[in-house]
């Protein structure tokens, strides 16, 4: 009866310490940096990314939608490995897809919802948020208060409607001239050079 209760046990604890590992790699990330559709197809190509997902943040709406979303930001949740990827890398990757200098949207689309925000969880995510602040600025030899990203605590986020996610797989000749349009990748190699879209070492 022994033997059976011991054989048991190490079968539950084969099964579910495993379980229970993986889930505690898994974190996650909330950036806004204009169009999400933008922002989640860059992201989510990232080794160690699992899933990039569209929504809405940073406002006191409850149930926001993509015709009433006041006060929110077009933003993602990123869903990472962090023994593959770390969050200081993803920082470094949304630094180098946004253009940091415009303080009244992203490339062609202008207003609150296209503001750039980094959403923190924590103590840690906030240091490094900060820390990439610093990096950018250095690598843009540029002062900090020239930069228009803001750093803020992480609140609700809202999925956006189905019609909105992997919406550049799903629409691609739409997303494609949409994004060719916006001049979102020329702005990027304006601002960033050779680093435009990385997440190379900051220089």
Known sequence: MNRIFAFILICVLFVSFP???VNALNET???AGGCFWCLEH???KLPGVISVESGYSGGDLINPTYRNHKGHREAVRVSFDSQK????TLLKAYWRNIDPLDSEGQFCDRGSSYLAFIFTDGENQLSAA???LGDASKELHL???DIHVQIQARQKFWLAEDYHQDYAE???I???FYRYSCGRDNRLKEVWGKNAGSANPWE
Do not use: C
């Not at 990827?85 to 200081?88: F, G, R, V």
């Open 85 to 88: 990827i770390s969050y200081e």
């Open 143 to 145: 002062s900090k208060k």
């Open 19 to 21: 379980i229970k590992a």
């Open 174 to 176: 739409k997303y494609n």
């Open 170 to 172: 799903l629409n691609n």
């Open 130 to 132: 900060q820390k990439s």
């Open 42 to 44: 860059d992201l989510e």
């Open 29 to 31: 990330a909330v950036f």
